[in-house]
């Protein structure tokens, strides 16, 4: 069931050679959908196994079969909580934060007797979403916890944990799969256009996974599609559909952050990353990459700011309004 | 999983183990030795510099069986309890968990009871901070004065988040940072210790990566025990850290210096390709960009010994001292973006086409997005660049012709400093395209307007003239200034005034205000003055409404200005552009 992807064989070991030294707490650090999580799950499993010696986990002794089962007693997994329905059948939009209330919960897991073998595995994923009260209170927990137990935290962005989490753990950076390997997993999976897709996410196997199956691929697509010819951008119209897609805003901010990296990457270095199959349209707006230096300042604010209840609206209009303003601004430069 | 980490091995036991700190254990220990106890300390200051591990020796020093001491046994039962975690009267509090006043109400409950084994009941409360601010308020009278055998010793690395009324009840030390000396040192014997050989670069190296504090050090150090297989050498360690060669980083500035995007880009990937910290490579590289300026501007600055000094002088010579700072600015500004770009990569390569783009170009060309550095040139040179954008925009826009004008920056003339009123004049039609409301921030508010530009009179007058309005300019109103701007002088008798106040300015003609207005106004005559107010239904003359008037006559004058302009007038008609008269605005 947790089986490593076939990339992380060599963190794998890499973290084993030195099991005796293995420490309580542990931060696994990379770029997001490169199977941290799957990473983290099957070290817990590894720890949680009852047969001793082994370096993989048995899948037989009762511990892994109650690890497979997804019930093992002395296991938690911290994760920031799912949007709820409410009454009226409205998603609500929550942010996806782990809240100071799991992580106290916390406290009676670690300090009590385990039901097994004295092992208690806590998987923290992705960290950076605990709350600051949160985080906090995880210090004291995190620095001496009882003989047995053991943190695994994961994190997509280290730099946003506080800075006394960090220097709590010990680091293990996991590294990004080559292209080669990537595709040839993503195409073992029935994706249609591996290339294509590991460039939209930055190279990163499973977020290209998702990719290829997500639900939004027709909003991205008629996104770009309009981003390509500015000269007829309908801003208000646009940002309505956007709006009604009820997209989160960070992903849509996140897809034109790629769009304006790739115009000033095309246009100053001649480099693409993230749209190869946009080629010829960035080419042609890629007259314009000084002035969208400025656009990517703003983009970068409003990425800061995706997850406060703004009307997510008026976040698009402006936002695609200040891209107009940039390509127009190049207009009266003299060439 | 009997192993235990590094830091929390080696957390010292006693005040000799501790390294640094010096100006702290002095004080404690001479406070031990002469019994002069404080009941409350507080000790602040970064991650892993020895707080909790300070408090816990305090501990021991109180109720060590020995006496109050500076050196506790350690082996008397009060010692080792206590670094086993076990001592009945020790109760460390981990307030980030406890937050609330009701915890804190109930440790406070307990204070009273004498000590079960001890001499003294310590509470070390860690992570004060995150108390709530009821509970640091539970918490105050306590804590001022407790029972005499009870201390309190609070742990924080946030003491701005401490009220102040519970710091003036403690005695603070702020432990400082560690000095990647002593780290070095520290680690140096803990590895000596440990039977682990070590390369002296390595420990270098890991002891400028803790910034300062001994637990990252501790951690870092585990790090690469593990990642070097029991070994720690300096490549191992240089590796694990992503610390960038310096190669690369002259080949970044090469290409820069070059313009050559692709290079560039070859040399990001280059660092990418191995595996380096994106954030250790601008940080590098701000750091390299700080020596280069340093060169510039002071030839000597840089030690003869330094492996890099060629290539340093080499870019120096190449850059002008601007482009180092600008350079410098960029990469500064580039480790603050890494972490909401799309990915890391992302961020960096965004941060050197930045540098790329706002580099050496020719002064003429500057592009206009720069707002910031267009606005030093003078307005007149830019003035036809920029009229000339209603018509480009119409060629590039069809739809959306209207809003071009608003759009284009760096017309935003250079203001003189000053109130608004007095600068009309002296370039009425130049400004008039001028954008945004936020440079007007005087209009909408006629009382600020004078009041601001009252300037204490030569003489004062003794008698009122009947100018209400070159009156009201003269005093300082504060807000009774509102009354007197919405008020219309009837008449005067004397020294005692009659006002009229329209229904719908009611609310600013209160007693409170009145009595303002009054003062001011005796203040200025030097005697004592009347007021009398009317409410009625309206008003023709206030100040606030003659300034109305006046700003509408010169938006009418400016308009016509704009409309008279000759090379406004031309741009409209062989560009056919189109003003916008909303968008005029009088200076």
Known sequence: ?335 | MAYQVLARKWRPRNFAQLVGQEHVIKALANAFANERLHHAYLLTGTRGVGKTTIARIMAKALNCETGVTAEPCGVCSACTQIDAGRFVDLLEIDAASNTGIDNIREVLDNAQYSPTAGRFKVYIIDEVHMLSKSAFNAMLKTLEEPPGHVKFILATTDPQKVPVTVLSRCLQFSLRNMTPQQVIFHLGRVLDTEQITYEAGALNLLGHAAHGSMRDALSLLDQAIAYGAGKVEEAGVRAMLGAVDQSYLFELLDALVAQNGGQLIAAANAIAGRGLSYEAALQELAHLLHQIAMVQMVPGALADDLPIRDDILRIAQAISPEDAQLYYQIAIHGRNDLALAPDEYAGFTMTLMRMLAFAPVPAGQLPLAQSGTAATAAPASRAPVAQQSPAAVTENSAETPSDAPASTPGLIPVRAAGSNSQNSETYPAEASAEKGPESNTGEGMPWQDESAAAAPPPARPTEFDGDWRGLLAQLRLGAAGMLAQHAELLRHEGDCYYLRVAEEHQAVATRDFQEKLREAISDYFGREQQLKVEIQQQTGQTPAQLAQRERAARQDQAIEAIQQDPFVQTVVRDFGGTVIADSIRPL
């Open chain 1, 1 to 335: 069931m947790n089986a490593l992807y076939p990339w992380q064989k060599k963190d794998w070991q890499a973290l084993l050679r030195e099991r005796e030294r293995l420490p309580h707490a542990l931060l696994l650090t990379g770029p997001a959908g490169i199977g941290k999580l799957r990473f983290a799950e099957r070290l817990a499993n590894l720890l949680l196994c009852e047969t001793p010696g082994s370096a993989e986990p048995c899948g037989e002794c009762e511990g892994c079969r109650w690890f497979a089962a997804g019930n093992h007693p002395d296991y938690r997994l911290l994760t920031p909580a799912e949007a709820e329905e409410d009454e009226d059948g409205k998603t609500k939009r929550k942010q996806p934060v782990i809240p100071v209330d799991a992580v106290r919960e916390l406290e009676d897991f670690v300090n009590l007797t385990s039901h097994r073998r004295g092992v208690r595995v806590t998987v923290v994923a992705p960290a950076e979403t605990m709350n600051v009260a949160a985080a906090n209170a995880f210090l004291k927990t995190l620095e001496e916890p009882p003989a047995g137990a053991v943190f695994i935290l994961v994190a997509h962005h280290w730099r946003r944990l506080l800075p006394t989490i960090r220097s709590r753990c010990r680091q293990f950076p996991l590294s990004l799969p080559d292209h080669h390997a990537a595709e040839s997993w993503l195409a073992a999976e029935g994706v249609v256009n591996p290339q294509l897709h590991l460039a939209h996410m930055g190279g990163a196997p499973l977020a290209a996974l998702e990719d290829a199956s997500a639900p939004w691929l027709a909003q991205r697509n008629e996104l770009l599609q309009h981003l390509a010819n500015p000269a007829a951008l309908d801003v208000i119209g646009i940002a309505q559909t956007l709006e009604k897609t009820r997209l989160d805003v960070a992903l849509v901010v996140d897809w034109l952050q790629k769009w304006g990296h790739d115009i000033v990457s095309l246009g100053l270095s001649g480099n693409i990353r993230y749209y190869p199959d946009w080629r010829d349209d960035l080419q042609r707006l890629s007259v314009r990459a000084v002035p969208l230096l400025e656009w990517q300042k703003t983009l970068l604010s409003a990425r800061k700011a995706a997850h406060h209840p703004l009307n997510p609206r008026l976040v698009y209009e402006s936002l695609l309004f200040a891209y107009l303003d940039a390509l127009r601004t190049r207009a009266v430069k003299p060439q």
